[in-house]
């Protein structure tokens, strides 16, 4: 059945009239951006096909390989319908260009489309409501990211288009049209929700993350055009602008300069930034401490704006006397992490401060914007329980360094591979295998991790280039000691699978010949040769099974050597006795010598063997003297197989099993114990042929061995948490933004 979204967003909103005749500039603009989307898709969909590829390759089961293979299988057959589908929408975008509702801002109005009721998400199924979930954050970021140029953009084809108003503006390229419209597209791939999220995923990294470059393009062939060249924005974010340089002398100059141009820009370094500042001013009350509130609400007060340098130093002086209170510099970690309150600190700085010209010190706008900024993302920091607690400890010392960073560096948010982030989430991430502060005193990895603390407390003194630096040393001491683990950890998962393949082995070898072997019962010299001397042959037939394919082969024997023992009337049966024993005594000489059984022994055993099949013959003979209507003696059946009388797993179990099963190898988690202690480790094989979990520590040293239902059990009790491994940074802004969307 074809999976189709059962939403279709592209054309919910019918533009005005029919077929609307645009100038060549935008046929131009069209054709550029659909040829451009096409080449940028071809390299979304290559990026889908090794990123299945390799997820089959390291596939559990060979259902999960298939289930991979299949969906690669699928999108390479309907792949060019897909894109073709996809650009003719695109291209459909700039013939009838959907319109804004009235009185209401085009760059908002997609988003009141993203709204959805409750009512509304409760009939989609959660397949569907996951894909939406993560259409709307590609647009959300896209939006943030390309907000400059969009806003350009918008301006320049509401002149354009003769049915569009300031009141119902157009923007056929925002990303929220281009990415439902490879959403809808997209709906052909008959393919799972697990698939479906990485297509969108790399549709995210290849396409929308690229949108800049066609956006800046039509924006050159407009400019070109004579459409608004001077480009002048009026909203709310050039008024910010002109309140915090107007009354600060280093930046007047600047501000004026801007004015002049004209020109609206969002550094894409600061999109991310300058998101969250809208929903901070939502915020923003009486105890704001920035120039425009002592302007505001202070009878005009005159003031003195703290900032840049004299802002760094004042921070630096609070340091000192902050984060190492009452904390020996030989161990940063002691005690519970470091709470800063830093808008209570800079605000009793502020009251303390006397300035020669008696006016009242206070903070730009952005400047106060920044230390709520980092105050909440040390909040989420201090709260995350994935974070060891000595290196939770060790990095809450570092609130006020970052703070002096993203003072003199906003990038700091929105750059991933900034050096402060990167440093910052290289040690979270270092530190996750951490069980508790014991392991410290003999540890390289906590002495490296508070070296480079205490480095950066005693020497930032505002160039960020220290956190380069250090971050350079410590991915060097990383390489080094993963290397080492690594080797440790692949000698501990061979040996592992080694010894847990040989225990199958065996309990495989007597399970088989116990069930054999109580169903027909044989002589004891027959007893002791198959179970001290053939069950070598059938164990290791089963550990090379693999590669050789003996293990049915050695199983045979065993049938063969019973039904030997056994008496048979039947004249074929009689032909083939004949024939099997000379074969079943090759072969079981052979099995024997291969596993070098004692030679001595051997003879003994295989003279034994021809005694027993002997009597067997004559016995076959005597049978066959028998009077003809004698009833054949009633061979009791063996057993019946006592049904398997596990129980059925209850809700609660069953409810953790997928969670189980989505643990990939190298992701760490953390057991509980009954008596309140606790360890970390990670998951290093699965081992499919035992059910079989096997974790290691940091060191890659066994820890614990556990099944399926096992771990599924630990998790309902509470007693297993699987942590996360993302960048701590990333989550954190996630999670502050979040909250102030939530709180907005």
Not at 445 to 460: M, P, S
Not at 665 to 694: H, M, P, T, Y
Not at 713 to 738: K, S, Y
Request: net charge negative; aromatic share 6%.
């Amino acid at each position: 059945m074809n999976r189709q979204s059962g939403i279709h967003y592209l054309h919910d909103r019918p533009s005005a009239g029919g077929p609307v005749t645009v100038p060549p500039e935008v046929s131009r603009i069209r054709d550029t951006v659909v040829a451009g989307l096409g080449d940028l898709l071809q390299g979304a969909f290559d990026a889908v096909d090794d990123s299945l590829f390799e997820l089959a390759n390291n596939a559990r089961s060979n259902n999960e390989q298939n289930r991979y293979f299949e969906a690669m299988r699928e999108i390479r057959i309907k792949r060019k319908g897909v894109e073709k589908q996809f650009q003719h929408s695109v291209g459909a975008l700039f013939d009838h260009p959907p319109l804004a509702d009235a009185d209401q801002n085009s760059q908002d109005q997609p988003r009141q489309q993203d709204s959805t009721s409750a009512d509304s998400l409760s009939l989609v199924q959660d397949d569907e409501l996951e894909e939406q979930v993560a259409l709307s954050a590609m647009i959300s970021k896209a939006r943030a990211y390309f907000q400059g140029p969009l806003l350009q953009l918008q301006t320049r084809f509401t002149v354009i288009y003769p049915t569009a108003s300031e009141e119902r503006p157009v923007n056929p390229m925002l990303p929220d049209y281009i990415c439902r419209a490879f959403a809808n597209a997209a709906g052909a791939f008959e393919i799972q929700i697990r698939e479906r999220l990485i297509v969108l995923k790399q549709f995210d990294r290849y396409v929308i993350a690229n949108l800049g470059m066609l956006m800046d393009e039509a924006n050159r062939i407009l400019v070109q055009a004579g459409v608004v060249p001077n480009f002048r924005y009026q909203g709310k974010t050039r008024q910010e602008h002109t309140d915090t340089t107007a009354t600060d002398p280093t930046t007047q100059g600047r501000g004026q300069a801007a004015e002049t141009a004209g020109n609206y820009q969002v550094r894409e370094d600061d999109a991310l930034f300058q998101q969250i500042r809208q929903l901070l001013a939502e915020q923003r009350g009486h105890r704001s401490y920035s120039a425009s509130h002592y302007g505001a609400g202070h009878g005009g007060t005159e003031i003195h704006i703290v900032g840049g340098t004299e802002l760094l130093q004042m921070l630096s002086q609070a340091s000192a006397n902050t984060t190492g209170q009452s904390v020996p510099q030989n161990n940063l970690s002691a005690g519970e992490p470091v709470t800063v309150d830093l808008r209570d600190l800079v605000e009793h700085i502020l009251e303390s401060r006397q300035t020669e010209d008696g006016k009242q010190p206070a903070l730009q706008e952005m400047d106060e914007d920044l230390i709520n900024l980092v105050s909440m993302l040390f909040e989420f920091i201090l709260d995350d329980y994935n974070l060891s607690a000595p290196i939770q400890v060790l990095i809450s010392r570092l609130q006020i360094p970052i703070l002096k960073v993203v003072i003199k560096d906003k990038s700091f948010f929105s750059r991933a591979n900034h050096p402060a982030r990167k440093l910052l989430n290289s040690l979270a991430r270092a530190g996750i295998g951490w069980s508790n502060a014991d392991e410290k005193s003999r540890d390289k990895l906590y002495e490296q991790i508070h070296n480079i603390v205490a480095r950066i407390l005693e020497d930032f003194d505002g160039d960020v280039t220290l956190f380069e630096t250090l971050g350079d040393e410590f991915d060097q001491f990383l390489t080094r000691e993963n290397r080492k683990a690594s080797l440790v950890e692949q000698r501990t998962r061979e040996s592992e699978r080694g010894r847990i393949k040989s225990q199958k082995a065996q309990e495989t070898v007597d399970r088989t010949l116990r069930e054999k072997l109580e169903r027909r019962p044989v002589p004891p010299a027959i007893h002791d040769i198959l179970m001290n001397g053939w069950s070598r042959v059938m164990f290791l037939a089963y550990l090379r099974d693999d590669v050789e394919h003996r293990w049915e082969q050695s199983v045979r024997v065993v049938d063969d050597l019973v039904w030997c023992l056994h008496p048979h009337l039947d004249d074929d049966e009689r032909d083939q006795w004949v024939r099997v024993v000379p074969r079943l005594l090759k072969a079981l000489r052979a099995g024997l010598e291969e596993v070098s059984y004692n030679s001595s022994r051997l003879d003994d055993m295989m003279a034994k063997l021809k005694h027993e099949l002997t009597e067997a013959f004559r016995n076959l003979a005597l049978a066959e003297a028998r009077e003809a209507g004698q009833p054949e003696p009633v061979v009791p059946p063996p057993e019946e197989a006592v049904e398997d009388t596990e129980e059925p797993l209850d809700a609660g179990i069953a409810e953790f099993l997928p969670k189980i099963d989505a643990i990939t190898i190298g992701q760490w988690v953390e057991f509980r114990l009954v008596n309140g202690s606790s360890f970390r480790c990670k998951l290093s094989a699965v081992i499919d042929e035992a059910d079989c979990f096997v974790f290691v520590n940091r060191m890659g040293l066994k820890v614990i061995e556990k099944t399926r239902i096992d771990l599924a059990h630990e998790m309902h009790r509470g007693r297993l948490t699987i942590l996360e491994q993302g960048a701590l940074i990333d989550r954190a802004l996630d999670a502050v933004v979040g909250s102030l969307r939530k709180q907005a």
